[in-house]
């Protein structure tokens, strides 16, 4: 549930105090923090990100600044699918994926990977479960501890049968990781973000704008946890 909290936590300090419905089910207030300060570049570097990169420019830069400037994750906006098949090769590549019908429902699914096994299972409604559905054979269940390699074809197995196959209409992989190697399918995205840690109290949330696969534009802004 780990991750999840800090997408919601970092989302929530984004947008600041603008309510919208992303659809992951699960509403966490975060804790309380203020802005130090924000900024925004339209040209120059920052962080060692330069305006005019491509995407795959930029995600090695990140990559090779992650430990660094702590950078646990990258946060990619809109990778949202409803084709199981897109997900083949870059399921692994990522550190979740969020099942559930296009309307949005309590009981969609959420999986967190972690040492490319399986972390933990959740429902959108918070419940933790030690694997989904329930009652089927192994090779159509999701466990803890399953090796991220199977889950694609658990999935597949998962989606032909009939109770579950609505639970496929929207397939989202927001989170990256970003020990794996970049994703052509990244490049559509016009919007990354991640956290970088200053020091105990404070991180900065940076925002990439992209425009046809090109950096334009860096919101920064800086918390300070009270």
Known sequence: MKKLYIFLLVS????????????????????????????TLTSGQFLGLTIGQTSTGIYATIQANKTTQQISYLNVVGNVF?????????????????????K?????????????????????????????????????????????????????????????????ERLSIFSKDINKVYDPAMSASTQWYFTSVINSRQYNVVQLNFNANTLTSIYSTIYESE
Do not use: H, M
Not at 25 to 37: E, H, N, W
Not at 84 to 96: E, H
Not at 131 to 144: D, E, Y
Not at 152 to 166: D, M, P
């Open 82 to 102: 409803t084709q199981l098949d897109s997900l083949k090769d870059r399921l692994p590549l990522y550190t979740s994926i969020l099942l559930d019908e296009q």
């Open 104 to 168: 949005g429902t309590g009981t969609g699914i959420q999986i967190y990977f972690e040492n490319d096994k399986v972390k933990s299972i959740w429902t959108n409604d918070g419940i933790q479960l030690n694997k989904w559905p329930v009652g089927n054979s192994t090779n159509a269940t999701i466990a803890v501890n399953d090796q991220i390699s199977t889950i694609y074809q658990k999935l597949v197995n998962i989606k032909k049968i009939a109770s579950y196959a609505n639970k496929f």
């Open 12 to 39: 929530a300090a984004f947008f600041s105090c603008k309510k919208e419905n992303t659809g992951n089910g699960i509403i966490i207030d975060p804790p309380a923090a203020k802005i130090i300060s924000q900024d």
